[in-house]
Every structure is written in C-alpha cells, then in structure tokens.
C-alpha cells in the first residue's frame, strides 16, 4: 500500500523556471492539502482540495497554483520560481475533514531554487 | 503571530526516562489538538490526539494531556526508547477542519541509549 507518494523527491530550479509537484494517493481520500516546511518553522498549508475539481487557498498560497482533476491527484505549480520558494514540500491526504481524521503525509519534495 | 508555540526547539532524555514534549496555543476556538512525529527525509505521521472535550488520552507509552484553562498540552512518552528520536509537531484545528490545521515549529527529541 503505497499511501501518498510524491514525485519528484528532489529538484533544483533556476530562479524563474516553472515547474510541477505532483501527489498521489491511493487511499481513496477526499482532502488533500500541499505544506511547505522552512528551517525552523512549522508546517504552513500553501492550497488544498475537498474534493475532486475544487482547490481552496492555505496560509501561504501566493506564487502557486494547484489543480485536483482527479480524485487521487493533487497537483502544485510554480510558474515563476522564487528563490523564497526553496523548501521542502509535503502533500498529505485525509479521508473527511473531521475531529476524529488525521492526515497521512508523503515523503516531502526537497526544492532548491537558485 | 503563532497561533500554537512550542517554546523548546530540541530536547535530550535518557532511555527508559520519561520525555515531556510542550506545547501552547493562543486561539480559543482550537477545539482539537494533535501531535505528528518526523523522521529525517520522511513526511510527519500521526502519533495521537486529544479532543477539548477531553483533558487526557492514552495510547500505549503516549499520552497526551490537555489544560485548556492555561491553553497548554503536552506529550509524555514513558519509557522513551532511542527509536522514539524524532521531531514532534504539535497541530491544532478550530471546529474540526482538516484544513484548518495549524502546526507549532517542532521539537527535536534525542533519547540517549
């Protein structure tokens, strides 16, 4: 059972390029969210998704763009990488938005942008 | 403003000891608390979490414990193994929401064998 997996693991970008982060998860969940995670600080959701075709801001959305067009899909775009972008990312994924749900993480993608 | 605080960045611990991982909150609304453990190079996993309505919740050597008086909770991990080293996060939600989590800087447990 592979979870949430998140490709790719690594990346270094030039300042400009764009690039896509791509999550999948085969648990069948219906919310799936995108954090980033600096050197000493905690975890800050960027976008995230209640459903298959909807997407809804986080706490720190500017500079990207997300899109749920299937249900086990969740997809971040960087159109023009910052180097304030450099940052590891995590996609995690939750069967229902309740008290009683945690959300199941992915490995994370180290992003270095230069 | 930080909205969910955990004021020490790193602690060390002997094995078989017990390790208090801290953590405050400032938002009255939170009403569901929850901490993750993080490997290096791995993504954070559930450890356990406690409701509002609840003021202690067990699971095995974890327990979390909830003081909404002083808004404070902490992890007890008893006996701490060296298998238990590891960031913590503390997360807290306000009604519930998922995507209303909100997650304090982690602290980084050492247990020492």
């Known amino acids: 059972n592979a979870g949430v997996t998140q490709t790719p693991k690594f990346r270094v970008l030039k300042t400009g390029q764009s690039m896509t982060l791509l999550c999948a998860q085969d648990m069948n969940h219906e919310y799936m969210y995108w954090y980033r995670q600096d050197p000493g600080m905690g975890l800050r959701l960027i976008h995230y998704s209640v459903g298959e075709g909807t997407t809804a801001k986080g706490e720190v959305p500017d500079g990207y763009n997300v899109s749920r067009l299937k249900k086990q899909n969740f997809l971040l775009g960087l159109e023009s990488a910052a180097p304030s972008q450099t940052s590891v990312y995590f996609c995690?994924?939750?069967?229902?938005?309740?008290?009683?749900?945690?959300?199941?993480f992915g490995q994370g993608t180290r992003l270095t942008v230069v | 403003d930080q909205q969910v605080k955990q004021n020490s960045p790193s602690l060390s611990v002997q094995e078989g000891r017990i390790s208090i991982l801290n953590c405050d909150y400032t938002n009255s609304m939170f009403d569901y608390f929850l901490w993750y453990k993080k490997y290096p190079a791995e993504g954070p996993t559930f450890l356990i979490s406690i409701s509002s309505i609840k003021d202690k919740n067990e699971d095995g050597r974890f327990t979390v414990f909830l003081n909404k008086s002083a808004k404070h909770l902490s992890l007890h991990i008893v006996p701490s193994q060296p298998g238990d080293s590891a960031v913590y996060f503390c997360a807290a939600s306000e009604e519930g929401g998922s995507e209303k989590l909100v997650f304090g800087k982690g602290t980084k447990l050492t247990v020492n064998p």
């Open positions: 995690a994924s939750s069967p229902v938005a309740t008290p009683n749900t945690e959300a199941f």
